[in-house]
């Protein structure tokens, strides 16, 4: 069945470095998802990617969707404490009904 | 807007004892699902729900079954919970299930012993 990775599995960094996490497919996505879950939380929707090559920013977050729809990226430029949680992807294949979850990049940004 | 309400927030349970957990949405989604979320494996699908009256399984449902008598709401069932059935529980919504993100509740965390 279709297999989401993530990597890193932890990232510490020094508020104000930036931080990029990397999402990877085992089979070409439809459309790939993003979202954090902070501390004792719950999962909150960020963003849907759903074209090759696709780029989007909120803020200080950019998200891509690989050429060949098979990654995708989150990078965090000048990380705030407020960054803090776990970054999950969850990505939908050609043939599936559900979206299939990454294990996550836990992000600790330290003062 | 209350969202997604999930009912109870903690349980402890004895192994073999049953419970149902109540997941409640107010934004009409007609797509709900449930999750569960072990440390390092992320979020897995147990069943879900297309609408009412219907129900699937996802990748993870043995040992639990769901019921969507209503459009609102969302029941997963524990018939004899077990020790490796301890996680934190989500449920889910979404409008369509393939191009809106998710909205969660904020979780139920079950402990069996």
Not at chain 1, 13 to 40: A, H
Not at chain 2, 18 to 39: I, K
Not at chain 2, 68 to 89: D, I, M, W
Request: aromatic share 12%.
């Amino acid at each position: 069945g279709q297999q989401v990775m993530q990597i890193p599995q932890y990232q510490h960094v020094q508020e104000g470095e930036d931080f990029t996490t990397y999402c990877n497919s085992s089979t070409t996505l439809s459309n790939i998802q993003w979202y954090k879950q902070r501390p004792g939380g719950h999962p909150v929707f960020l963003i849907q990617l759903v074209k090759s090559g696709e780029v989007k920013k909120q803020k200080r977050l950019t998200f891509q969707f690989g050429e060949a729809k098979k990654n995708s990226s989150l990078h965090i430029t000048a990380t705030q404490t407020t960054d803090v949680g776990t970054y999950f992807c969850a990505g939908l294949d050609n043939y599936g009904q559900n979206f299939v979850f990454g294990p996550g990049t836990r992000l600790s940004v330290l003062p | 807007n209350a969202g997604v309400t999930q009912t109870p927030k903690f349980r402890v349970l004895k192994t073999g004892q049953s419970m149902t957990l109540l997941c409640a949405q107010d934004m009409n989604h007609e797509y709900m699902y449930w999750y569960r979320q072990d440390p390092g494996m992320g979020l897995r699908l147990i069943h879900y729900s297309v609408g009412e009256g219907t129900t699937a399984k996802g990748e993870v449902p043995d040992g639990y079954n769901v019921s969507r008598l209503k459009k609102q709401n969302f029941l997963l069932g524990l018939e004899s919970a077990a020790p490796s059935q301890t996680s934190v529980y989500f449920c889910a919504s979404t409008p369509t299930g393939l191009l809106g993100g998710y909205t969660f509740g904020s979780g139920t965390r079950l402990t069996v012993v």
